[in-house]
């Protein structure tokens, strides 16, 4: 069984940082692409960047320059990395796993970012 936990969520200051992090356990295939979506209240669910097994990423481009993507193959593990926040980044930031070659998607539970003005 596939799982992802979230981690790194919090309450910060505009122009502040947090580090997103998300550990997948289970069995699962090395080909694969890792992102983080958001959803912020009264709005669809919208991707933030992801991330193939390869390295390579995608950005929303209103967090392109400002958040950072990346993955640690060995730890299973992927990693937001925002810097200069601002209040509309508050939202519930979600981990997601996708294997598209073989249909199977999962979805962390979620973990809250709120940026105060």
């Known amino acids: 069984q596939v799982r992802l936990v979230e981690s790194g969520g919090g309450l910060v200051q505009a122009g502040g940082s947090l580090r997103l992090s998300c550990a997948v356990s289970?069995?699962?295939?090395?080909?694969?692409?890792m992102g983080w979506y958001r959803q912020a209240p009264g709005k669809q669910r919208e991707l933030v960047a992801d991330?193939?097994?390869?390295?390579?990423?995608n950005y929303a481009s209103s967090v392109e320059g400002r958040f950072t993507i990346s993955r640690d193959n060995a730890r299973n593990t992927v990693f937001l990395q925002m810097n200069s926040l601002k209040p509309e980044d508050t939202a519930v930031y979600y981990c997601?796993?996708?294997?598209?070659?073989?249909?199977?998607?999962?979805w962390g539970q979620g973990t809250q970012v709120t940026v105060s003005s």
């Open positions: 991330i193939t097994s390869s390295g390579s990423t």
């Open positions: 997601r796993l996708r294997i598209p070659h073989m249909g199977e998607d999962y």
């Open positions: 289970g069995s699962f295939s090395r080909l694969n692409t």
